[in-house]
């Protein structure tokens, strides 16, 4: 007797076992899978009350805009634009899918991959703004590529944005290799502040992304009066009358500091660290970072950059101004970052010059150093540093910083500050040698 009622208990657990995985594939069967996004392939697609083509049409979107999928029937998918929902057609649509690991957004106008993990190895190939590139491996700051001609090569990690679990457009072209050395894409510059650049090729579609004068983008294609240009992993448009067309190679690098002399001089080292931050870091660590990424930026920019120093050594002043003065600079660049103690509060950014010449100068780099970081802004000042009163080229003495501020000090920690910060500074040169 107890052996039947153990028996019929087992039956009783494999029926029901039987029936949940039942259960799960049949609900597996009958569950839609589709995509988290769409992006529209066809220009001037209706958007219908309901999913069919004998629905009514409520409105239309533009080729490249992308949306979320609300729900998804038949062979249409429900979305939500300018506040209203409806139905679009998937077939004149493409999905969207995950990011492979292992990938990176470039995040300068133009990125060098070099021979190796170093900024003084030979540049081998180059990535612009914006493309997504899949990476081999990873060594302290640097990623290692390969060009389209098969040769593998470095590129700086501070210059670049990983992704994690972003999605993109499933065409081929996205995740691509460098270009060789010497080839490159038509990029367009902007010739105003503010430039919108918008989801479709139109002024009525959404605006995806502002930029200031001078930004260059790589062009995709044309369509009609518009650009389509990669912007920040994706695509964006902007009108044809409101840039600059180029046609950019490595002889005419973006942003034009082709043959430019930069000198930078990271401050401190050695012996004399400089300020210590709240977290207890020290300055002249801070400046060597900073300077190794403007150095990198500048070169991407066409600039021939030299350094004072490239490693915690120490350097008197008078051996920072001669190396100036001796030198074939067009503009020598003191690094630093400020601390006051004594008041904790201070933030901000702001630009030293001693000579009068050099004024032009200190606005330009002042301006789009604070347009990169968004710290506040401290302004120019006449100021009487050895470095920059003892030196007969151009001149400036720039302070990153305050490493006294626990919060800007935080940021300041980050690779991505010191590469917006090395933008903005390229930018300001840029601004100063058009003008």
Do not use: C
């Amino acid at each position: 007797m107890k052996r039947r009622r153990i028996g019929g208990i087992l039956m009783g657990i494999r029926l029901r076992s039987l029936v949940i995985l039942l259960g799960i594939i049949l609900m597996s069967s009958s569950s839609s899978v589709y995509a988290d996004e769409v992006v529209v392939e066809v220009d001037d697609l209706n958007v219908r009350s309901g999913a069919g083509l004998h629905f009514d049409q409520i409105m239309q979107v533009e080729k490249g805009q992308e949306f979320s999928i609300l729900k998804e029937q038949d062979e249409w998918v429900q979305i939500e634009a300018d506040g209203q929902k409806g139905w679009i057609a998937k077939w004149l649509t493409k999905e969207k899918e995950s990011l492979d690991t292992n990938t990176v957004i470039v995040n300068t106008s133009t990125l060098n991959v070099r021979s190796y993990a170093d900024t003084d190895s030979e540049i081998v190939g180059s990535f612009h703004r914006d493309d997504t590139v899949k990476y081999i491996t990873q060594k302290d700051d640097w990623y290692q590529v390969q060009t389209t001609s098969g040769q593998e090569g470095w590129i700086a990690g501070w210059l670049v944005k990983e992704v994690e679990g972003e999605s993109h457009t499933t065409e081929s072209d996205v995740v691509k290799r460098a270009s060789p050395d010497g080839i490159t894409a038509e990029r367009i510059q902007l010739l105003y502040n503010h430039t919108n650049l918008r989801s479709s090729p139109s002024t009525k579609s959404r605006v995806v992304g502002t930029e200031n004068e001078g930004e260059t983008l790589q062009v995709v294609e044309k369509q009609g009066d518009w650009f389509k240009v990669k912007y920040k992993g994706s695509y964006a448009f902007v009108a044809d009358w409101i840039v600059l067309e180029k046609e950019s190679n490595s002889d005419q690098a973006d942003g034009n500091l082709n043959g430019k002399n930069i000198l930078i001089d990271a401050g401190h080292g050695g012996r004399d660290s400089g300020a210590i931050g709240v977290s207890g870091a020290f300055e002249k660590d801070y400046t060597l970072k900073t300077a190794l990424a403007l150095k990198e930026v500048l070169e991407s920019n066409g600039a021939n950059v030299q350094m004072t120093r490239k490693s915690n050594i120490y350097l008197p002043l008078f051996l920072r101004s001669y190396f100036s003065n001796s030198s074939s600079a067009d503009v020598f660049l003191s690094l630093h970052y400020n601390s006051t103690p004594q008041n904790t509060a201070a933030r901000g950014i702001n630009t030293y010059y001693f000579h009068e010449r050099d004024q032009n100068l200190a606005t330009y780099v002042q301006r789009n150093m604070i347009e990169a970081t968004n710290f506040q802004d401290r302004g120019i000042k006449h100021g009487n540093f050895h470095v920059i009163r003892e030196n007969h080229k151009p001149s400036l003495l720039l302070e990153l910083g305050f490493l006294s501020d626990l919060d800007e000090e935080h940021i300041i920690e980050q690779e991505e500050y010191h590469s917006r910060v090395s933008q903005g500074i390229a930018e300001g040169l840029i601004a100063y040698f058009q003008n």
